[in-house]
């Protein structure tokens, strides 16, 4: 079944462009990676969504996606309220909508 990962990120202030850029050069030899897509959600706000072939290949991913993470890690500020400087959530499709 199809699953889905979502992260929310804060770039420090100066940052951004190494931000994108960052996930415009990244590897995307996840196994299971179908998509994704850095959305901008406000001033220096983003979302990175990822679309999956199925939740087990997701969480096989995570191992990779913190490293790659790590590589841009310094670009962000803490989100506060004890997430730290990332806010992700995941799962499995349960409703698909199409035009």
């Known amino acids: 079944m199809t699953a889905f990962n979502i992260v929310r990120f804060r770039v420090k202030p100066g940052r951004e462009e190494a931000f994108v850029e960052a996930h415009r050069k990244a590897g995307r030899d996840f196994e299971g990676f179908r998509r994704g897509s850095l959305v901008k959600t406000g001033e220096r706000a983003y979302c990175m969504v990822g679309e999956w072939d199925s939740f087990q290949s997701l ?3 995570r191992p990779q996606m913190i490293a790659l993470l790590d590589t841009f890690r ?3 500020e803490d989100l ?3 997430l730290g ?4 959530v995941s799962g499995e499709v349960v409703v ?3 035009p």
Do not use: Q, S, Y
């Open 59 to 61: 969480a096989a991913a």
């Open 74 to 76: 310094g670009d962000l």
């Open 80 to 82: 506060g309220g004890g």
């Open 85 to 88: 400087v990332t806010d992700p």
């Open 96 to 98: 698909e909508l199409k």
